[in-house]
């Protein structure tokens, strides 16, 4: 946290989740990478409404818990290597699905 805090605007960041399915040219990535995990950025709660998933959750860690939960419309994500921060970010989708179509 203080990297960042102290870290001058003027240098690129670069968040990243599990990097499953990251390429990075030869140059390399300018600036920072910071690389989101643990609880902090991975938890998923699971209520009567839905599933909440941090950035970090796994697309699959999330689909079982809904799974385990009775909830249905996020079975598409087992198939999707990454996490819910990347699958927003590029509106992932697999077999007729995407998450823009279960995003709240």
Request: aromatic share 2%; net charge negative.
């Amino acid at each position: 946290l203080l990297l960042l805090r102290d870290l001058p605007h003027d240098v690129p960041r670069t968040v990243i989740g599990a990097a499953s399915n990251l390429i990075v040219r030869d140059g390399g990535v300018r600036g920072v990478a910071v690389r989101l995990a643990g609880r902090a950025f991975g938890g998923i709660a699971v209520d009567a409404d839905g599933v909440i998933a941090g950035a970090a959750a796994l697309d699959a860690t999330v689909a079982e818990h809904a799974a385990a939960a009775s909830l249905g419309g996020l079975e598409f994500l087992c198939g999707i290597p990454g996490t819910i921060g990347g699958a927003v970010a590029m509106n992932a989708g697999a077999y007729g699905a995407e998450i823009e179509g279960v995003l709240d």
